[in-house]
């Protein structure tokens, strides 16, 4: 995340203390990993302590209603951010009565439905489903599989024999009972279909049905990384690298040369890349690639105009028009100067409309149309909504009758159906140019190929959160807690999953997203992957430092994580960085996602660099991350210059250098105990024993910065700040401030040297 995480002690399992993990970043002091003392209480006022019986329905709903702050203390949580966050998920509780009435509506709720609204387990566990029915019905049950055959389910039966025993109660006037029915071990991954019979003494019959997801137990990772050794990888943010030929962005053909460069000539075996969703269609485009307008679809910025297709076919006319379009824009190119998305995709969406308006063959026709069916609703919906805001303009407010289902939406679905195709034939280009560059790197013999980074959330006037209301909660948004680094904490603006709702859908939006995410991929880092187990809430209205935790079924979302990705043959690292709920990281090990490892912050349990045996093996380790500074600017210490130039820092300047020369000289220390420093190293020196130390971990796939291979020293996103510094606008540059073309990559000493380095194999 751009922003620095959540920072939680939790209590550890078995003897009640507090256990912090490794930090997110320099700009958050390593706390102890053990708190001795007993955490102290932080005082309310008793007028805003939730009554007990609107606690009880909180926990009920997976709504905290206290926590462990980032110095240890107990906080109690108000009671109207437990009654703001329970009305987001739909739940009156203003009153005791309304507490009542809910906490009686969700005990209920199981009886009243024949089934769970979706059922999701791991492979070769089995399990059991209950089913809530007419006392004395008859009941048949069963299990439609993905290619259409069908099994029969038995009642539970206890291990001591026998079924078990049957619970009934009278619901809304009528006798029903709960029965126990078992869920075979050997039941197939995939997305199949629970169906339900049920016929009373008068013969009538009913039906009902719900989703069965059987999900891998673990992970598997592909045969090319299961054996000893580490592959590695670029990292990149793919708009900073531009080539000649880029339209002042780096774009999806630049993806494509880079894999096949890096694969081919380099033997790196994955490109892991920045989020490349859609933005805003018009209007100012968004810099951040961490606050798209949807986290499924991509920003058609990235399309290189001349690969698609049909611009071959363009008149002579035309095609010299796209040409002059484009020169302007080439000849930025070399500009170390900041970024211009706006200027960029004024002058593309022009050259791309051009060619869309010239139409495809019959052949071609039939392939954008089997595309459209694929993605069906999701696409349709999306653009529709890019079409909205054409049609209404970037900025205007919509009319209060603007949503999915209603007379108006629906009559926009007509009349703006020539826009809603162009920006389904957006999508289509995107999907072909992604399919070109995965295609790319396979061929160029790299075991993964692309890895896409999945962004914790969407804009709050996006797509998702326009086309996605029904799941998504609403009058809340997703922060992190107060920590070292934010002391008021942080809002990131965002709409979270509304939990039940998302049950509700069968978690078929977060199964649609990660499919289109890795369709043309080999694997995916999630960013802030403790999202799928809880998000901090914050009421609108209030300080970001007044919200709470919400909870959510991570079993369920990471294991149709984990069933996408297996289907896909690709890999799943999760940004686990920050303080972590102990449990956490040893769930998603036992689930087989990657964590995250940047050597920076790991440290052991007296704060100091952990040794390189102790280091996970399924991780994903690097020397940095985006949110610092590339290792040459980090080496010299600019980020605390910067962060005291912008105004950030929350102690002296000389506290700060002081603080990070400490750290920067430990790690110096221990590199040349491990003879991999000598005793006055260049800059590139300490930089290859910074990645040689990575070699010498256990990490399954290490990651290497395309700014740190070139000498690049300037920070590409500057945590705490927007307008103040050019977050994400910042092109690939040397160390002299020079732009460095993709061409020139090949040509670099320093490029060839570190990934010579990071390429030596340890099988």
């Not at 509780?93 to 024949?114: I, K, S």
């Not at 990131?492 to 069968?506: F, I, T």
């Amino acid at each position: 995340m751009s922003d620095s995480p959540q920072s939680l002690l939790a209590p550890s399992e078995g003897d009640g203390r507090y256990v912090s993990v490794t930090t997110s970043g320099p700009d958050l002091e390593v706390l102890s990993p053990v708190h001795q003392n007993a955490p102290t209480t932080a005082p309310i006022d008793p007028a805003e302590m939730p009554s007990s019986r609107l606690a009880e329905l909180a926990t009920a709903h997976g709504v905290a209603t206290e926590y462990w702050d980032w110095q240890g203390g107990h906080i109690t949580v108000s009671r109207a951010t437990i009654v703001a966050v329970l009305s987001a998920m739909g739940i009156s509780c203003a009153t005791e009565d309304d507490v009542a009435t809910a906490l009686a509506d969700h005990e209920l709720a199981p009886w009243r439905r024949v089934l769970p609204p979706v059922v999701v387990v791991r492979a070769g566990h089995g399990g059991t489903v209950p089913l809530h029915v007419a006392k004395g019905a008859q009941v048949r049950v069963s299990v439609v599989l993905e290619d259409g055959a069908t099994a029969e389910l038995q009642r539970a039966r206890r291990t001591e024999g026998g079924e078990w025993p049957v619970t009934t109660r009278e619901i809304d006037g009528e006798q029903r009972e709960e029965l126990l029915f078992a869920l075979p071990t050997d039941l197939p991954m995939g997305w199949h279909e629970l169906t339900v019979t049920t016929g009373g003494g008068s013969g009538a019959v009913a039906e009902a049905s719900a989703p069965l997801v059987v999900t891998p137990d673990r992970l598997e990772l592909p045969a090319d990384l299961a054996g000893a050794g580490h592959r590695w990888g670029f990292m990149t943010q793919l708009y900073s690298v531009r080539s000649r030929a880029s339209w002042g962005l780096g774009d999806l053909a630049d993806l494509s040369e880079l894999l096949d460069w890096s694969g081919r000539d380099l033997g790196a075996d994955f490109l892991l890349v920045n989020p490349l969703l859609a933005a805003e269609p018009v209007g100012h485009m968004q810099d951040s690639p961490y606050l798209p307008t949807t986290r499924r679809f991509t920003n058609p910025v990235y399309l290189r105009v001349e690969d698609v297709r049909e611009f071959a076919y363009l008149p002579a006319t035309d095609h010299a028009l796209v040409e002059w379009q484009a020169e302007p824009l080439q000849t930025r190119n070399t500009d170390p100067g900041q970024l211009d998305r706006d200027a960029v995709w004024a002058a593309k969406r022009t050259a791309l409309r051009t060619v869309f308006e010239l139409g495809r063959s019959h052949a071609r026709q039939a392939a954008f149309d089997a595309f459209r069916e694929r993605e069906g609703q999701g696409l349709a919906d999306y653009a529709l909504w890019a079409a909205m805001i054409e049609h209404f303009g970037p900025g205007t407010p919509w009319p209060e009758d603007a949503r999915i289902g209603t007379p108006l939406v629906e009559h926009l679905r007509e009349e703006l159906a020539p826009m809603i195709e162009f920006h389904e034939w957006l999508q289509w280009q995107c999907d072909e140019q992604l399919a070109r560059a995965q295609a790319t790197a396979i061929d160029a013999g790299m075991a993964l190929g692309v890895m896409h980074d999945l962004a914790v959330g969407v804009h709050p006037s996006g797509a998702d959160a326009w086309a996605l209301r029904d799941v998504l909660a609403t009058g809340v948004s997703v922060g992190a807690p107060p920590d070292a680094f934010n002391q008021q904490g942080q809002d990131w603006s965002q709409p979270p999953w509304q939990p039940v709702a998302l049950a509700e859908a069968g978690y078929a939006p977060w199964r649609d997203m990660v499919r289109t995410i890795l369709r043309h991929a080999g694997g995916v880092r999630v960013d802030h992957v403790l999202g799928l187990f809880r998000l901090w809430w914050v009421p609108n209205g209030s300080g970001p430092g007044m919200g709470t935790y919400v909870r959510y079924d991570h079993d369920a979302l990471v294991g149709i994580l984990c069933l996408e990705a297996a289907r896909a043959g690709a890999v799943v690292v999760g940004e686990d960085l920050g303080l972590v709920e102990p449990w956490v990281r040893g769930y998603l090990t036992e689930r087989g996602v990657l964590g995250t490892s940047v050597l920076w912050f790991e440290k052991d349990g007296e704060g100091k660099p952990l040794p390189p045996q102790s280091w996970r093996e399924l991780c994903l380790a690097t020397v940095n991350t985006h949110d610092l500074p590339p290792t040459a600017g980090y080496l010299a210490g600019e980020h605390i210059e910067l962060r005291d130039r912008l105004g950030l820092l929350t102690r002296s300047i000389d506290e700060e250098r002081a603080a990070d020369e400490a750290d920067r000289a430990a790690v110096m220390a221990q590199l040349r105990e491990l003879g991999l420093l000598g005793e006055q190293p260049t800059e590139r020196e300490v930089v290859e024993a910074l990645h040689a130390f990575l070699l010498a971990t256990p990490a399954k796939l290490v990651g290497v910065a395309l700014t740190d291979a070139v000498g690049d020293r300037r920070t590409q996103n500057q945590p705490g700040t927007s307008d103040e510094y050019p977050n994400w606008r910042v092109p690939l540059t040397d160390g002299s401030g020079q732009v460095v073309l993709l061409e020139e990559l090949r040509e670099r000493p320093r490029v060839i040297s570190l990934a010579e380095l990071v390429g030596r194999s340890d099988d």
